[in-house]
T-cell receptor, first 116, second 115 residues
Framework: GAVVSQHPSRVICKSGTSVKIECRSL??????MFWYRQFPKQSLMLMAT?????????EQGVEKDKFLINHASLTLSTLTVTSAHPEDSSFYIC????????????FGPGTRLTVL | QKEVEQDPGPLSVPEGAIVSLNCTYS??????FMWYRQYSRKGPELLMY????GNKEDGRFTAQVDKSSKYISLFIRDSQPSDSATYLC???????????????FGKGTHLIIQP
């Protein structure tokens, strides 16, 4: 199957700082990327949908000014958590779809964010 | 009421047993149903998908969908310790598959296969 990577796999930051998470499709062109958040013992919750070259579409309750998403190329999307606070600590997972992989979302390994 | 309900477990069974995992949902617009397996601190990996009521089999895994009851199941035969993981059901309103829209996930069931 198609491969999606995320970087970093784990990040610890101080409250008030910004953190950028990268999501890359390694062997296919991802026309659409999704960002999910998963709290402990909770389901993955869709945060936003990102189409290459367009503004991201955010789910209800997700602050677009806090979670900045950029999908500037067909292989890279970034999620920037601005002015992070401890309640933003979570597992952030991206998925990608596109090209021959149009009907399935391939998930990255996730990024564990801890805000102190 | 949440859109997708799934018992988080843990569900512990002996090796070789048949495992039954289930989800119920409330949104009748869901057309595409998936089962993912997730190991600790890893991203989910797709196990099976189906878009119609009935059964679909793949090796030791069988996915079952009952749209009239809004109920889906995943059966694992001859369970192995390596099957120990969290199993998440996921659904989409997208009729072409799970690629166009974000997915709605259940909480996941933590499965433990005892050697």
């Amino acid at each position: 199957g198609a491969v999606v990577s995320q970087h970093p796999s784990r990040v610890i930051c101080k409250s008030g700082t910004s953190v950028k998470i990268e999501c890359r499709s390694l062997d296919f062109q991802a026309t659409t990327m999704f960002w999910y958040r998963q709290f402990p013992k909770q389901s993955l919750m869709l945060m936003a949908t990102s189409n290459e070259g367009s503004k991201a579409t955010y789910e209800q309750g997700v602050e677009k000014d806090k979670f900045l998403i950029n999908h500037a190329s067909l292989t890279l999307s970034t999620l920037t958590v601005t002015s992070a606070h401890p309640e933003d600590s979570s597992f952030y997972i991206c998925s990608a779809t596109g090209g021959a992989a149009y009907n399935e979302q391939f998930f990255g390994p996730g990024t564990r964010l801890t805000v102190l | 009421q949440k859109e997708v309900e799934q018992d988080p477990g843990p569900l512990s069974v002996p090796e070789g047993a048949i495992v039954s995992l289930n989800c119920t949902y409330s949104n009748s617009a869901f057309q595409y149903f998936m089962w993912y397996r997730q190991y600790s601190r890893k991203g989910p990996e797709l196990l099976m998908y189906t878009y119609s009521s009935g059964n679909k089999e793949d090796g030791r895994f069988t996915a079952q969908v009952d749209k009239s009851s809004k109920y889906i199941s995943l059966f694992i035969r001859d369970s192995q310790p390596s099957d120990s993981a969290t199993y998440l059901c996921a659904m989409s309103e997208d009729m072409t598959g799970g690629g166009a829209d974000g997915l709605t996930f259940g909480k996941g069931t933590h499965l433990i296969i005892q050697p």
